[in-house]
Nanobody
Framework: QVQLVESGGGLVQTGGSLRLSCAASGGTFDNYAMGWFRQAPGKERDFVAA????????NYADSVKGRFTISRDNDKNTVYLQMNNLKPEDTAAYYCAADRVITLWGTSASENDYDYWGQGAQVTVSS
């Protein structure tokens, strides 16, 4: 059983930056591809970014390309989401998730592929 705990959320003005962290415990971290998803009030949960087991491959939603960067530190069992040039439409609860995959390069944008989820971190961008 893998436990995921997000941190780093908060309130920021338009154009500002935040870095989310997700610390994993209870499993072998580099057995998992990792992803970030977000859910705004009244909307479905959407894919944001994903990273392969050793960080060799990343994948982003079109809405965040060029602004967000996903990375991981397997020695610290942590995945990060650096968010720059934030916009009000980025306001949401952000969730990290772990996907048990065999290949070193696999990533997924489908929440159905993920096995474990964190509790979420709120990000609010004021205009």
């Amino acid at each position: 059983q893998v436990q995921l705990v997000e941190s780093g959320g908060g309130l920021v003005q338009t154009g500002g930056s935040l870095r989310l962290s997700c610390a994993a415990s209870g499993g072998t971290f580099d057995n998992y591809a990792m992803g970030w998803f977000r859910q705004a009030p009244g909307k479905e949960r959407d894919f944001v970014a994903a990273i392969s087991r050793i960080g060799s491959r990343t994948n982003y939603a079109d809405s965040v390309k060029g602004r967000f960067t996903i990375s991981r530190d397997n020695d610290k069992n942590t995945v990060y989401l650096q968010m720059n040039n934030l916009k009000p439409e980025d306001t949401a609860a952000y969730y990290c998730a772990a996907d048990r995959v065999i290949t070193l390069w696999g990533t997924s944008a489908s929440e159905n592929d993920y096995d474990y989820w964190g509790q979420g971190a709120q990000v609010t961008v004021s205009s």
